[in-house]
């Protein structure tokens, strides 16, 4: 990858982060953990109290790419091929037909995810890991760009159902936008005092511009030192005090992965430790499961990650 390469890649990232200020204000951190997330190849989860702009994120992200987006709410009574789609009988043929389900786009919000059955959530088990979906005994690959966002209200639990293991799993990364200052939520009324400026966004990039960006994180340089590094620190949770089930290998990808997306953000073509450091809690403290006497005495899963990320010795 050419620096020219490089520095176009930086471009696309700054005009799609300019664009979503335009409607989320206040927000820099999280717009930057989204977009580093998408460009890494990843999915995000976004848990916050409602209205915080969870879903006008997402919304505002799909309008800055010139892709292909829907929005999926989910629902108790949503089914696996509400999601993946469904073969139907055309009598005019006497042939079956499959119509694509909305997993198939390049950007799919998945609204409230956890208020559906854990049976229809793993129907996103697959598309999420390897970008295929096997239907009817068919194998089907997903797009080049294939993103998640899913949201979910961690303060209501009336029909809610808590995300498997392997479903958190699945998300490089988890975060919250919480709530802007008070002159920031003045001028969000203010833009919003006749219209939704959500109405008149624009694309600010292409799919291809999307995809070369992808492609030029994979190039950000990462030392062997700095693998090792990742990988103590994911390895730390493993036999931290008051953790059940620590972060994966697949914890150890995302985080490396992220971290090169943001280090060619930041305007680096190779990867430090702080950029790493950054990253730890909101790609590993959602992996993490606790015991239950832990979660008591006041332990959490940010709380071992931090400690982490502490004690873990940073590579000279």
């Known amino acids: 990858m050419t620096p020219a390469n490089l520095a176009a890649a930086r471009e696309t990232y700054r005009r799609i982060a300019a664009n979503i200020a335009k409607i989320i204000r206040g927000q820099d951190s999280a717009t930057r953990h ?25 919304k505002a992200l799909a309008k800055s790419i010139d892709a292909q987006f829907k929005r999926l709410q989910f629902t108790p009574d949503l089914l696996p091929s509400d999601i993946l789609g469904v073969s139907i009988f055309d009598q005019r043929d006497q042939q079956f037909h499959f119509h694509e389900g909305p997993v198939f786009t390049n950007i799919l919000l998945a609204d409230e995810i956890n208020r559906a059955s854990p049976r229809t959530q793993s129907a996103l088990l697959e598309a999420m890991g390897e970008a295929q979906v096997s239907v009817e005994g068919e194998r089907r690959n997903l797009p080049d760009l294939f993103f998640v966002i899913a949201t979910e209200n961690p303060v209501e639990f009336r029909g809610t159902y808590p995300l498997p293991e392997a479903q958190m799993d699945r998300f490089a990364m988890q975060f919250t936008l919480g709530y802007v200052s008070a002159e920031e939520e003045v001028a969000v009324l203010t833009a919003q005092e006749h219209h939704h400026p959500l109405d008149e966004l624009k694309p600010a990039a292409t799919l291809a511009d999307v995809i070369a960006l992808k492609r030029a994180v994979e190039d950000v340089r990462i030392s062997h030192e ?86 873990v010795k940073v590579p000279a």
């Open 34 to 58: 989204l977009l580093a997330a998408m460009a890494a190849g990843g999915h995000v989860l976004l848990e916050d109290y409602p209205g915080t702009g969870k879903t006008t994120l997402a």
């Open 226 to 311: 700095l693998k090792r590094y990742v990988v103590d620190l994911v390895s730390a949770t493993r036999t931290a005090q008051g953790v059940q089930l620590g972060a994966s290998p697949r914890a150890s990808i995302a985080l490396m992965k992220t971290a090169q997306a943001m280090a060619l953000f930041e305007g680096f073509d190779f990867v430090t430790p702080e950029q790493i450091q950054k990253l730890a809690v909101p790609v590993i403290a959602h992996r993490l499961v606790l015991e239950p006497q832990a979660r008591f005495s006041g332990i959490t899963a940010r709380g071992v990650v931090e400690e982490a990320v502490k004690k």
